[in-house]
């Protein structure tokens, strides 16, 4: 059986391509995201939007990354938990410079967190987190939390908040909701049901 014909530059199936819908965005500050192999090939995945649209990029898939490749003190690891602050508060203590660097961790929450255990160096990272009212568009992927974001999501509101600006990144969003609706026009509509609507409130998980 022949494999199917893959986008070089989005990863996607050619009927799946999301590169008609990219805008390449200069944003300020420079974004790492730290991604769990097991995300690299996958179709939902949304990591990738934000390489293929961001001029100040990177993504480094592994287990374990080298400490020595981080700028430690000037890296914020964006990562809710009780110690971390919203990206306001750190620009009100003035703790956010224009070459700060954030961190991203890509991959479910459980392959998020695995990623935080391996590293000892990211969980002494200050850490930062969104202060968003709007849930997760995320709709063919759950998250135990209910203010769990997907990477692409999480990147929005981060750059929005940090440059002050709701509409620049917008692109960004955009992107990941025609991947979204062409995963779901792609599957049976008794499957999305079943497993990605809340059969009692009849909307998004």
């Given at each position: 059986?022949?494999?199917?014909?893959?986008?070089?530059?989005?990863?996607?199936?050619?009927?799946?391509?999301?590169?008609?819908?990219?805008?390449?965005?200069?944003?300020?500050?420079?974004l790492h995201v730290l991604q769990d192999p097991s995300e690299q090939?996958?179709?939902?995945?949304?990591?990738?939007?934000?390489?293929?649209?961001?001029?100040?990029?990177?993504?480094?898939?592994?287990?374990?990354?080298?400490?020595?490749?981080?700028?430690?003190?000037?890296?914020?690891?964006?990562?809710?938990?009780?110690?971390?602050?919203?990206?306001?508060?750190?620009?009100?203590?003035?703790?956010?410079?224009?070459?700060?660097?954030?961190?991203?961790?890509?991959?479910?929450?459980?392959?998020?967190?695995?990623?935080?255990?391996?590293?000892?160096?990211?969980?002494?990272?200050?850490?930062?987190?969104?202060?968003?009212?709007?849930?997760?568009?995320?709709?063919?992927?759950?998250?135990?939390?209910?203010?769990?974001?997907?990477?692409?999501?999480?990147?929005?509101?981060?750059?929005?908040?940090?440059?002050?600006?709701?509409?620049?990144?917008?692109?960004?969003?955009?992107?990941?909701?025609?991947?979204?609706?062409?995963?779901?026009?792609?599957?049976?509509?008794?499957?999305?049901?079943?497993?990605?609507?809340?059969?009692?409130?009849?909307?998004?998980?």
């Amino acid at each position: 059986m022949s494999k199917r014909a893959v986008c070089s530059q989005c990863n996607k199936a050619l009927p799946a391509c999301i590169c008609a819908s990219i805008c390449v965005l200069d944003n300020q500050h420079f974004l790492h995201v730290l991604q769990d192999p097991s995300e690299q090939h996958k179709a939902i995945g949304t990591a990738r939007i934000l390489a293929l649209s961001l001029s100040r990029v990177k993504i480094t898939t592994a287990d374990t990354f080298e400490a020595t490749d981080f700028d430690l003190e000037n890296t914020f690891l964006v990562f809710p938990d009780e110690q971390a602050n919203t990206v306001s508060t750190l620009q009100e203590k003035q703790k956010i410079g224009a070459n700060t660097q954030f961190i991203l961790l890509d991959g479910s929450w459980k392959k998020a967190y695995k990623l935080l255990m391996n590293n000892p160096f990211l969980q002494a990272l200050p850490k930062v987190m969104m202060d968003v009212a709007d849930k997760s568009n995320y709709r063919i992927r759950k998250s135990p939390r209910e203010d769990g974001l997907s990477t692409v999501e999480a990147g929005y509101a981060l750059l929005s908040t940090l440059e002050n600006d709701h509409t620049k990144f917008i692109p960004l969003l955009d992107s990941f909701n025609k991947m979204i609706d062409f995963q779901i026009a792609s599957m049976p509509a008794e499957v999305y049901q079943k497993h990605y609507l809340d059969p009692i409130k009849g909307g998004d998980v």
